[in-house]
């Protein structure tokens, strides 16, 4: 997959999350079902975090001047809700009341610093050659984390659709 369409699915990703979100109430991003579950704006902060933790990621992998002989991982099994993945405690949300507004500034500024760190690659195939450690799939190519990016975010609109669906 060509570096092209990934940023053409991030895209789409994002398009179809800020969709979403558009039109929701204050009431509707802070509800939580239950202390244990994350609120729409938590879920939306935690997305903004992993994508700012993955531009770090990427760009210490890239610092290695090694090729690598990782393999591609299969990320798909990120789609898989029934597996459950703890987030490490960097990228998780905060209990803070969450304004669309502020929501949508996070995820704009977090996307930005992602999609300029792609742009600023001189070659890009670079990102299937370099790899870095990923808290759940362990040693990663960096062209599978930044494909794990958009497979992360529909995760979590599928997370998203359910809480607004009232799916339990």
Not at 2 to 7: N, R
Not at 32 to 37: G, I, L, V, Y
Request: aromatic share 6%; hydrophobic share 35%.
């Amino acid at each position: 997959m060509e570096l092209q369409e990934i940023k053409q699915n991030v895209k789409e990703t994002r398009d179809k999350l800020l969709g979403i979100l558009k039109g929701l109430t204050e009431e509707q991003l802070n509800e939580r079902k239950d202390e244990d579950s994350w609120s729409i704006g938590q879920i939306c902060q935690h997305l903004a975090k992993v994508e700012e933790i993955y531009v770090v990621a990427i760009k210490r992998g890239l610092q290695n001047t090694e090729e690598s002989s990782v393999e591609h991982k299969s990320i798909d099994s990120l789609l898989d809700r029934k597996i459950k993945l703890a987030a490490p405690d960097i990228v998780k949300p905060t209990d803070e009341h969450y304004e669309y507004e502020d929501i949508i500034a996070k995820l704009n500024n977090s996307r930005q610093q992602f999609i300029e760190m792609l742009n600023a690659l001189e070659d890009p195939t670079i990102l299937s050659r370099r790899h870095f450690v990923h808290p759940a799939f362990k040693e990663m190519l960096l062209i599978d984390w930044v494909k794990s990016t958009y497979v992360h975010e529909e995760r979590h609109i599928q997370q998203i659709q359910d809480i607004i669906n009232g799916v339990r």
